[in-house]
């Protein structure tokens, strides 16, 4: 039986997460490093991945930034091809680019409709493309953890397209865990609940946060290294080998009050 340290253990993994230069996911490939996983910040600015690096780097493992839109495939296909050349592979995808807006239905432009769903949902379609076709032929043990929402659980007022990208990101990740389950990978949904990350921040307005607050049976915002623990799991093959289709969710409690 393996010791419980070996049980979370990503020594010897290669993780890719993108949306690492953004608070939430920045925190989970932290804690990637600290469970020794070499880590991949993928995002657009360089300049937000410095801090992520360094505290890979502090956590005694090793990582690096590359530069890509999740909303091209021909981005992730290069990004796919410099892990496999630096890192000599890769087991742990984790799809965490996001973009919201409170937008009124009526006056949401189809622009912001496009924006919302190319980064959200085609990001994520796209990445489990290009990673999961290498996946499938190397035969080798993955976990793919694409980042949800409570809004992909219960529709949340004034954020119409991005309930709708979340919604959909929820589905796919349990028809990839039925596709792909007989080839070792495990395909897994993080949901978190309330956390007042850099996406979220300008929707929540003193009357909303009254709202989320009443409505948490914990009675806060979430932090985001509370997401941690959730994300190795999922990503450890021997923490969670049996567990594939899952929404995992981190809320404080939201999901489970009604009045």
């Known amino acids: 039986m393996s010791s419980i340290f070996e049980l979370f253990s990503l020594q010897g993994k290669t993780a890719v997460v993108i949306g690492g230069t953004g608070e939430l996911c920045g925190a989970i490939a932290s804690g990637f490093a600290n469970a020794g996983a ?87 379609f796209l990445a489990c493309q290009v990673f999961g076709k290498y996946f499938v032929e190397s035969k080798v043990p993955a976990s793919i953890i694409n980042l949800g929402s409570m809004s992909g659980l219960l529709p949340l007022s004034r954020v119409f397209t991005y309930s709708m990208s979340k919604g959909a990101v929820h589905n796919l990740s349990k028809n990839l865990a039925r596709e792909w389950a007989p080839f070792g990978i495990r395909v897994n949904t993080l949901v978190p609940g309330f956390f007042p990350a850099e996406q979220n921040r300008k929707v929540l307005t003193p009357e909303r946060v009254e709202k989320i607050m009443g409505h948490t049976p914990i009675g806060r915002f979430g932090l985001s290294n509370e997401l941690i623990g959730a994300a190795l799991m999922l990503a450890s093959n021997g923490a969670s080998s049996f567990i594939t289709g899952h929404e995992m969710v981190v809320d404080g409690g939201y999901s489970s009050m009604t009045i």
């Open 38 to 124: 070499e880590v991949v910040l993928v995002g657009r600015d360089p300049a937000k991945a410095e801090k992520g690096l360094e505290a890979i780097h502090a956590a005694g493992s090793q990582g690096y930034f590359v530069s890509a839109d999740a909303s091209r495939k021909a981005d992730l296909q290069l990004l796919l091809d410099q892990v496999l050349e630096r890192s000599g592979g890769c087991q742990i995808l984790v799809n965490g680019a996001g973009v919201n807006s409170a937008t009124p239905f009526l006056d949401i432009s189809e622009d912001e409709y496009d924006r919302i769903m190319n980064i959200n949902t085609k990001g994520v």
